[in-house]
C-alpha cells in the first residue's frame, strides 16, 4: 500500500482530501495542529489507514517521511487577513516552516512533492488569462509566502524529486470544517440568514473559482499523475468558465435566495485582482470542474436550510478564530502558576 503525508490535513481540504485518498487505496499520515478540532474527522480516525499526527510543520521530525511515497502540502495560515495578524509568526509558519517541510522531504527522499499554493500570488494581474509564465505581483505576506515556497521547490526539483505546484483559484462549498470566510460562501450565509449582501472591494475585482471537491481531485492527480505530466511543473487550478468579477457573484446568490439587498461598501478598492488561464491543468491533467458556482451556493443553501451546517461554528471563521485562541493564550498565560492552570 502506498503512503502519504498529508499537512494541514484538518483544514478546509484537508479532510475531504484525506477522505478520497483512503477511498483510492492509500495509507495517510494526517498532520495538523488541529486548531480548529479533531471532531471535524468524523470516522477517519476509526480507519486503520489512517493515522492522525498532531505535529507543528515549524519543528520537522524525519519519522514524518519514512516509507512515504508522496506529500501534500496544505500547511499554513491559511488566508490572506489572518496572515497579517502576526507577521512575524506568518514568517515562521508559512515561509520558514514552508520551505524546511520541503527541504527535509527532499533530504529523505520522498519522490512526490505536491503543494497547494495559491492564485493569490498573481497580486494585481497585469492582464487577464494570466498563465503560469507570467510575472507573479503578490500583495500580501500570505501571497508572498506561497510564492516563497513555490522558489524553493523549484531550487529542489531533480531527477529524484518532483515538486507538483497548484496555484488554486478561490474555493467554495462545503466541507467538513466549514469556512465562511470565503467570497462565496460568506455572501450565500449572509443572504440566507440576514437577507442581505455585501460587496467588499468595489466589486470589480477578478477572482478565478474553484469548489473545494475539485480541488481534492487535483491534489490526488498532482500526487498519482506519471512523472512527465505534473514533475517540476506549475498549474494554475481552475476552469476556464469560472473567472469573475466579486460583483456577479451577488447575482449567482440572487438566482438562489431572491429577495435580498445587495450593498456595496465603499472600503479601499481591493488590489488583488486576477483572471487566469486554466488551460494548462485542461491539456495536461484533462481537468475541468464538476461543480459550478451555482451549484455550491445552492448546495450550501440546502445544508443551512436543514441544520446540517451553522454560520454561528466560531471555527468557521479562521482570522477571527485565530484572534480567540490568541487571546485566550494570552489570558491562560496570566492564571498558570507553577506550570498549571488548575
Request: proline residues 3%; charged residues 25%.
Amino acid at each position: 500500500m502506498k503512503k502519504v503525508l498529508v499537512t494541514g490535513a484538518g483544514g478546509y481540504v484537508g479532510i475531504p482530501l484525506c477522505r478520497e485518498l483512503l477511498a483510492r487505496g492509500w495509507h495517510v499520515t494526517a498532520l495538523d495542529r488541529y486548531f480548529f478540532g479533531t471532531d471535524k474527522l468524523g470516522d477517519l480516525s476509526a480507519n486503520p489507514n489512517f493515522k492522525l499526527v498532531m505535529a507543528d510543520i515549524r519543528r520537522v521530525d524525519a519519522a514524518w517521511f519514512k516509507g512515504m511515497d508522496g506529500v501534500i502540502d496544505l500547511a499554513g495560515l491559511s488566508n490572506d487577513l489572518s496572515a497579517e495578524i502576526d507577521p512575524e509568526l506568518t514568517r515562521s509558519v508559512n515561509f520558514e516552516g514552508g520551505a524546511v517541510l520541503a527541504k527535509e522531504a527532499h533530504r529523505a527522499g520522498v519522490r512526490r512533492y505536491v503543494y497547494a499554493s495559491s492564485a493569490s500570488v498573481y497580486g494585481h494581474g497585469a492582464k487577464t488569462n494570466l498563465v503560469e509564465t507570467d510575472e507573479c505581483r503578490p500583495q500580501t505576506l500570505y501571497a508572498q509566502s506561497k510564492l516563497h515556497v513555490e522558489q524553493q521547490l523549484h531550487a529542489l526539483k531533480g531527477k529524484n524529486f518532483e515538486p507538483v505546484i497548484f496555484r488554486n483559484a478561490t474555493i467554495f462549498g462545503l466541507a467538513p470544517r466549514m469556512r465562511f470566510d470565503l467570497a462565496i460562501n460568506i455572501m450565500t450565509l449572509r443572504a440566507w440568514k440576514d437577507r442581505v449582501i455585501y460587496i467588499m472591494g468595489g466589486g470589480a475585482q477578478w477572482r478565478p473559482f474553484i469548489h473545494v471537491n475539485d480541488v481534492v481531485r487535483v491534489m490526488v492527480q498532482g500526487l498519482e499523475a506519471d512523472a512527465s505530466i505534473v514533475a517540476g511543473e506549475v498549474f494554475n487550478a481552475g476552469d476556464e468558465g469560472m473567472n469573475y468579477q466579486i460583483s456577479q457573484l451577488a447575482q449567482f446568490v440572487l438566482d438562489v435566495i431572491p429577495n435580498v439587498k445587495v450593498h456595496n461598501i465603499p472600503d479601499d478598492p481591493d488590489k488583488r485582482t486576477y483572471n487566469l488561464s486554466f488551460a494548462k491543468i485542461k491539456d495536461r491533467l484533462g481537468f475541468e470542474a464538476k461543480t459550478r458556482v451555482h451549484e455550491g451556493i445552492v448546495e450550501i443553501k440546502q445544508a443551512l436550510d436543514r441544520g446540517l451546517v451553522s454560520g454561528d461554528d466560531p471555527t468557521g471563521y479562521t482570522l477571527q478564530w485565530y484572534r480567540s485562541l490568541i487571546d485566550w493564550d494570552k489570558r491562560i498565560e496570566t492564571l498558570r502558576i507553577d506550570g498549571k492552570l488548575l
